[in-house]
């Protein structure tokens, strides 16, 4: 489309061009990203992850025998 719209600008018709994209090299920062740490900060935080869903149903269960809600409850006939 672009080449189109140029060749009518320049009244042309045998107007072309070519775009080239040439990336820069990767640096060695990202190549030791890339092979290094996504296994270990995988392992990290699923077992942060699980440590903190047990920590949360425990805190509930703690919860729960310090307080006494559910005798009350019982007791109360709810």
């Known amino acids: 489309m672009y080449e189109a719209i140029l060749k009518s600008a320049t009244r042309n018709p045998e ?14 920062s990202l190549k030791e990203r890339k092979t290094g740490t ?16 047990l920590t949360t149903i425990c805190g ?15 007791i109360s006939g709810v």
């Open 15 to 28: 107007f072309k061009f070519k775009v080239r994209n040439t990336p820069f090299p990767r640096t060695n």
């Open 38 to 53: 996504d296994a270990g900060a995988i392992i990290f935080v699923t077992a942060v992850t699980y440590s903190m869903i």
């Open 60 to 74: 509930f269960c703690v919860a729960e025998r310090v307080n006494r809600l559910k005798h009350i409850q019982v």
